[in-house]
């Protein structure tokens, strides 16, 4: 008779044994703890710095390309006689979508001085330049130069256009607005999205790469 | 007595009659659907909603309803993603905590069980119906999730974790194999158990329940973790195979396994229904989603007729109920 609860208790005492066990065997095998600043040095040499990278190509590979880009007037010209076969010598694109990314300079003279963006009186053609909303992909797959299939995480891929649209908004941007005014004659060089369904040659956006004004 | 055994007998086999007879019908209308691909396919694509079925059929089974599993489902990935891939920082003791994939998965389970104990707490102690604890939920768990991944994507979780989602084990994909776990499991728990008895019991009616000294609201809390940890497991799931936590992840899965669950001829008050009548109201959803895209039907189209198939089944349960 006596025996029945020191077995209930040997029962009891296995069962959180190996409950005991288990547990420590999944904590063990669930985590692992490291100092944070060693965790945020080692991080540092395997992240991807997307800003480095701009560093990076700014002077040599993607000034390169800016310079040899399409004149936009010509390109207008262009889309008038065929939008198909200008699309595909001239644009760049990440998948097999309507969408098209063109590398264009030009010469205006500016027309009015907005909030948001300048506009340029480009031969008969009205241009806009954008001088407030410098967002999305048009600088970095305009390039020609990154290719998504070279990265692993699409956010690296992804922070190459923040960190070129941040160098533009920080480096282009605030000199030309503090001296951009109506009448000045501008040299621009930079990037336009375009749609091949649904295109829209009225007033094209640019987003700037370089700006200089002549007069 | 023998028309009343007929009934019942046809009540019990009809998902199984109706499923047959929609997969009869696809593959007489599509070319593709009696492939082995596209087997696969639909049974990879119906894995999450069985999970979250099962548990959505533990809770209506006693009475209850769960509406959170979708915002819990999304939370748990996307705790189980961020630990995985960013660990946790904590600046003020210079500690950096790191998760393995089993810790990650473990972290997710055991958010999932907390928030549908929360659920179940709620439902229990402070006497919230059902419909507004689980709805109050849902809103809060979506909160989270915004909260945790910052309205972004967490991508890029490893070829490790990745394989739970897209993986194959024995010719069988992982998440199949995965569900066919958490189902056996349930049928297990809910036919071989006292807990599951008590299920049934307190489903059935919940006073006599009470008078015969089952604990009501410890059943009940358990019920609703249970349905938050399988919430958790879809979640680990969508998660492994997209490679990516979405922010708005299971948006409108817990209508799928309230039809899942209806489908398979569980009562909606409860104390009536099996694990195997939600596992075939899973793969009715499925193959008629897989069918209706296979016609080309317009999305839109393909909700109405979901819907149209929720009512009828109710139609027919409650048809069930009154010939019973």
């Not at chain 1, 891929?157 to 480096?171: K, P, T, Y």
């Amino acid at each position: 008779m006596s025996t029945k609860p020191t077995e209930a208790m040997n029962n009891k005492a296995i069962k959180y044994g190996i409950g005991v066990v288990a547990l420590a065997l999944v904590g063990y095998n669930s985590i692992y703890i490291q100092p944070l600043d060693q965790k945020l040095a080692e991080n540092q040499q395997t992240v991807f710095n997307a800003k480095a990278y701009v560093d990076g190509i700014w002077n040599q590979d993607l000034s390169k390309a800016y310079q040899d880009c399409t004149d936009i007037s010509q390109l207008i010209d262009s889309f008038n006689q065929d939008v198909n076969s200008t699309f595909e010598k001239n644009s760049h694109a990440l998948g097999i979508g309507n969408i098209g990314y063109f590398r264009v300079k030009g010469e205006g003279i500016v027309s009015a001085v907005n909030e948001n963006n300048v506009l340029l009186q480009v031969g008969s053609s009205i241009i806009e330049i954008e001088t407030e909303f410098i967002f999305g992909n048009a600088l970095r797959d305009a390039s020609g130069l990154v290719k998504i299939n070279d990265y692993e995480d699409t956010a690296d891929f992804n922070s190459i256009s923040e960190a070129l649209n941040d160098r533009i908004r920080q480096e282009v941007i605030p000199s030309f607005r503090s001296k951009v005014k109506e009448g000045d004659s501008v040299k621009f060089e930079g990037a336009i999205e375009l749609n091949k369904v649904h295109l829209n040659l009225d007033q094209l956006e640019v987003i700037p790469f370089t700006l200089q004004i002549s007069s | 007595m023998i028309s009343l055994k007929k009934n019942f007998n046809i009540a019990q086999f009809q998902s199984l009659i109706a499923l047959f007879v929609l997969c009869l019908a696809l593959a007489l209308l599509t070319d593709n659907f009696m492939t082995t691909d596209n087997f696969w396919n639909v049974m990879r694509q119906i894995s999450v909603n069985v999970c979250i079925s099962v548990g959505m059929t533990l809770v209506v089974l006693t009475a209850g309803i769960d509406l959170s599993v979708g915002s819990i489902l999304a939370f748990c990935g996307a705790v189980t993603a961020g630990l995985l891939k960013n660990g946790l920082s904590i600046p003020s003791l210079n500690l950096f905590i790191g998760f393995t994939v089993l810790g990650a998965i473990v972290a997710g389970f055991l958010i999932g069980g907390g928030l549908g104990f929360v659920n179940g707490y709620a439902v229990t102690k402070f006497k919230v119906p059902p419909f507004v604890a689980t709805l109050a939920m849902l809103t809060m768990a979506r909160g989270f999730t915004m909260l945790w991944t910052k309205g972004h994507p967490i991508t890029g979780l490893g070829d490790s974790f990745g394989f739970l989602g897209t993986g194959w084990f024995l010719g069988i994909p992982m998440p199949v194999w995965i569900s066919g776990i958490v189902v056996i499991t349930a049928v297990i728990l809910t036919s071989k158990t006292r807990f599951g008895r008590y299920i049934y019991a307190i489903g059935g009616n919940e006073n006599a329940s009470r008078l015969s000294g089952i604990p009501i609201n410890k059943v009940k809390i358990w019920v609703y973790s249970i349905a938050g940890l399988l919430a958790a497991v879809g979640g680990v799931l969508v998660t492994a195979r997209l490679d990516s936590a979405q922010p708005n992840a299971g948006i409108s899965y817990e209508l799928d396994a309230i039809a899942a669950v209806v489908i398979g001829g569980t009562s909606l008050s409860g104390g009536r229904g099996t694990i195997w009548g939600t596992v075939l109201g899973a793969i009715i959803i499925g193959v008629l989603n897989n069918g209706l895209i296979l016609m080309n039907v317009s999305p839109f189209w393909q909700q109405v007729i979901k819907g149209m198939v929720i009512l009828l089944a109710v139609i027919i349960d409650k048809s069930n109920q009154k010939s019973e």
